[in-house]
């Protein structure tokens, strides 16, 4: 019975010897060094690059605890099945908070180019998972007004049957006015959300990999954040496709 159970059994890993080994890391650093240095790497720093000088100036994030996976369910087909939302908080001091029962929050200019840049302190990420489009919002404040402009923009002519957000007023109250479906977060657990914020964190890494690169000031961060989320969404990948295809059936032309 054990000769019978031992032709089942998978058989042993291959040998491989330290020559064989060096080798293959050999080759795989000089892959990486190449990768470092080419354009398609320089647009979004994606992935992290040991030989990456901005990579390594850019992307200081200390190891994550994983406690859980996240509860994302099956993978949506279409644009609009399944969209996250999120605030990146860029400037504590510098973002404008309205009250949550005002139907008419005062007008701010951070639609204007030439304020923008300067006054901006947070800015809402949003994910579409089907297709993986990102778009960075700045804002200089937070309120539903915003944020319903904000929505319309990324969905265009296009339906989102679901928003998913936390349980901030502003991103619910868009959702009501738009008539949008809005599954928010459980409070107090991190990993109900934690799509929404992974995208936040690689948009934050995006936009300091610019600044790093470009030599800019931070308060410059808006422009820095708006181009990581262009490149990202245009960059065509060893499939010969890119995000803007997933989402609009063709490669970006110009």
Known sequence: AAAAADCYAAPPPPVVSQELQAVYKGRARE????????????????PKN????????????RKPRRKGTLQLGPMPENFGDQVTADHLIRQRKAVKLYDPNDDDPPEDDSDDPDALPH??????????????????YPKQGKNA??????????????TVRSMYTDNSWELQRACIELRWNNPTAIQGIPKTNGLAERMVGITEDGTRANIVQSGFHPS????????????RNILVGANGESVHFARFGRNFQG
């Open 119 to 136: 006054k901006a302190g947070a800015g809402l990420v949003i994910y579409d998972r089907a297709t993986k489009w990102l778009a960075l």
């Open 31 to 46: 892959m990486l060094k190449r990768a470092a240095t080419s354009w398609q790497h320089l647009l979004t720093h994606e």
């Open 220 to 231: 410059m961060w808006v422009y820095a954040g708006l181009h990581f989320c262009f490149a």
């Open 50 to 61: 040991p030989f990456c000088p901005v990579c390594l100036r850019a992307r200081i994030n």
């Open 145 to 158: 007004k915003d944020t319903v402009v904000a929505f319309k923009h990324f969905a265009g002519n296009e």
